[in-house]
T-cell receptor, first 112, second 115 residues
Framework: SQKIEQNSEALNIQEGKTATLTCNYT??????LQWYRQDPGRGPVFLLL?????KEKRKERLKVTFDTTLKQSLFHITASQPADSATYLC???????????FGSGTQLTVLP | DAGVIQSPRHEVTEMGQEVTLRCKPI?????LFWYRQTMMRGLELLIY????????DSGMPEDRFSAKMPNASFSTLKIQPSEPRDSAVYFC?????????????FGDGTRLSIL
């Protein structure tokens, strides 16, 4: 069956450092992988999408990589700030699918 | 721009009562999704619609759950009768036509507590 694993439920880092979050998937051949951010009491908010033929995608301080051989995506936040503290969710998506299946999320805390 | 609007934000009711959750998607979006989020199971898809037609309801837990989309600007998720294990946050999301490259836009959810 399809499985999505995100690294450690919680990740604490110091302000200014780079946060790296991992999303591993099995029994999937996703054409896309989406990343979302969720704050307490709010719905998930879309951040970035990367396609299977893209190795890397950047948006401001965010960078996503996608390795279809390792079946893994890495999500980096550089120069992290306390405002980056949130739960981050990944969702690998098959090419024809409209629905998303989310990982369990990684709760990131950036300490001042 | 108005995002996805859900109501109520919080609902507390007693076991056995009927619960109706409401959602207004973003205007022009072709897809509407209902999710449930719990600590144990994370964010799970319940059902989704395309152009008001239910496409996949395989995530609906049981017959007590039903969803409708009478028009492009409104959807409901109903639980009857409700049970304590239905307590969760229920999210509605919408997206444009397209494949997995379309982002979903979520509402802020309805926090449901069944006593």
């Amino acid at each position: 069956s399809q499985k999505i694993e995100q690294n450690s439920e919680a990740l604490n880092i110091q302000e200014g450092k780079t946060a790296t979050l991992t999303c591993n998937y099995t029994n999937y051949s996703p054409a896309y992988l989406q990343w979302y951010r969720q704050d307490p009491g709010r719905g998930p908010v879309f951040l970035l999408l990367i396609r299977e033929n893209e190795k890397e995608k950047r948006k401001e301080r965010l960078k996503v990589t996608f390795d279809t051989t390792l079946k893994q995506s890495l999500f980096h936040i550089t120069a992290s700030q306390p405002a980056d503290s949130a739960t981050y969710l990944c969702a690998p998506v098959s090419g024809s699918a409209r629905q998303l299946t989310f990982g369990s999320g990684t709760q990131l805390t950036v300490l001042p | 721009d108005a995002g996805v609007i859900q109501s109520p934000r919080h609902e507390v009711t007693e076991m056995g009562q009927e619960v109706t959750l409401r959602c207004k998607p973003i205007s022009g979006h072709d897809y509407l999704f209902w999710y449930r989020q719990t600590m144990m199971r994370g964010l799970e898809l319940l059902i989704y619609f395309n152009n008001n037609v239910p496409i996949d309801d395989s995530g609906m837990p049981e017959d007590r759950f039903s969803a409708k989309m009478p028009n492009a600007s409104f959807s409901t998720l109903k639980i009857q009768p409700s049970e304590p294990r239905d307590s969760a946050v229920y999210f509605c999301a919408s997206s444009l036509e397209g494949e997995g490259n379309q982002p979903q836009h979520f509402g802020d959810g309805t926090r449901l507590s069944i006593l």
